[in-house]
């Protein structure tokens, strides 16, 4: 499996990580959710590995335009799953699938200080 970034392509978090996987020489793919919608099938494995509060961004425009009654009905992962699904923009983003030996890891969010992120940095340049 090839690294994998999900996410909308103005985005300034995404412009940064994107950039950031550029300029430690790391390729990957990169699956615009504007475009191409959210794939269901790793929305799924997200929700499974982060938990769909982790993917939810509260904090974002788009949160913060919805009708209080929607916000209200977001309670479960199947009620937050319908809206991420519908409304790509709440994901908090990018969601980065990094392949591993065994397994892969997901991250959401970019902090280049995190683990995934440092660990990345040190194979990149190791090379």
């Known amino acids: 499996m090839s690294l994998m970034v999900y996410g909308i392509p103005n985005c300034d978090t995404v412009k940064r990580a994107r ?5 430690h020489g790391l390729t ?12 269901l099938d790793r929305l799924d494995v997200w929700c499974k590995e982060l938990g769909w509060e982790a993917l939810l961004n509260r904090q974002g ?3 913060r335009k919805l009708d209080d009654s929607v916000k209200q009905r977001i309670t479960d992962e199947a009620s937050a799953r319908e809206l991420m699904t519908a409304q790509p923009s709440v994901i ?3 969601v980065i699938e990094w392949p591993g030996k065994t397994k892969e890891r997901i991250t959401v969010g970019f902090t280049p200080d995190s683990s995934s992120f440092r660990a990345h940095s040190h194979a990149s340049t190791s090379r």
């Not at 990957?28 to 794939?39: C, L």
């Open 28 to 39: 990957y793919t990169f699956v615009d959710f504007k475009k191409s919608g959210v794939p």
């Open 19 to 23: 950039t950031w996987l550029t300029e």
């Open 92 to 94: 908090k983003r990018p």
């Open 61 to 63: 425009q788009t949160w």
